[in-house]
Structure formats: structure tokens, C-alpha cells
């Protein structure tokens, strides 16, 4: 992709680091058309896709939404657990790459062979859950 590509996959991710929760291609595509009015949802995707190709972002498959890698430790690229608060709306990204090796070995020993994890985890982050009582 050409200068205009790398210049759309940059207001991209700045879209996202802007944003307090993941952003679907709509809304995304909502807040760029504010600077050009006559972009088009398919110049989205494949901004969105390019981005998650290289791992500069996730997809998070169970909202259909996007949002920024944080890892800078593991680097862009890694397979990620993706803990998403139903309660709040916030994600938080975990690496273990142990538990994705082990998975892929378990997938294996059955003949299945995995390119991409998608790890996603539902359920109520440590600030929503504070002052609740357990059973």
C-alpha cells in the first residue's frame, strides 16, 4: 500500500488510541469521514485488516470491534488473551504464550493445525467487581 495507505492505517490507529472502549469499522469509519465525507466502508476494512495482518491491532471477534495491541513487551504480532468486562465494556490484554503453545499442541495431537488464536474472555473486570460479594 501506498502513502495514502500508510496515511489511512495512521488515522486508524489514532482513532483507536483516542477511544475509551473498541470501535467497530462503523464507528471508526464514522469519526474519519468527519475529514473526508465520501470514504467508503470497504477503504475501512481493508485499513482494518492490514492493521490486524501486522499486529498492530486486535479484532475482538465476539463484538465485532477493534481496539490497539498494548504489547510492547511480546511485540505487534502475538497471540493475545483478550479479557473483556461485560459490565464496563473495557479489555484488557494478557500474553501467555505457554498456554497458546499448549493449546496449539493439543489441536495438533488431533491433526488440526492452528494459524491464528483468537482468545477472547468474557466476564467482570477487578474495578467492576470491587464491593460485590462472592457465594
Known amino acids: 500500500m501506498g502513502k495514502k495507505g500508510d496515511a489511512l492505517r495512521a488515522d486508524v ?7 475509551d472502549k473498541p470501535l467497530s469499522a462503523y464507528d471508526i469509519l464514522a469519526e474519519l469521514r468527519e475529514f ?5 466502508p470497504t ?3 481493508r485499513a482494518l485488516a492490514a492493521l490486524t495482518e501486522t499486529g498492530r491491532i486486535h479484532r475482538l471477534e465476539s463484538l465485532n470491534a477493534y481496539l490497539l495491541c498494548e ?6 504480532g502475538h497471540d493475545a488473551i483478550l479479557s473483556i468486562c461485560d459490565d464496563c465494556g473495557s479489555v ?4 501467555a504464550p505457554e498456554l497458546i503453545a499448549s ?3 493439543a489441536l495438533g495431537e488431533g491433526g ?4 491464528r ?8 473486570c477487578s474495578d467492576c467487581g470491587t464491593g460485590q460479594t462472592g457465594s
Open 117 to 124: 488464536h483468537v482468545v477472547e474472555i468474557h466476564g467482570t
Open 103 to 105: 493449546m496449539s499442541k
Open 92 to 95: 484488557e490484554e494478557t500474553t
Open 36 to 40: 473526508n465525507p465520501k470514504m467508503a
Open 112 to 115: 488440526f493445525e492452528a494459524t
Open 71 to 76: 504489547s510492547d513487551e511480546h511485540g505487534h
Open 43 to 45: 477503504t475501512i476494512y
Open 13 to 19: 490507529i489514532d482513532a483507536l488510541q483516542r477511544a
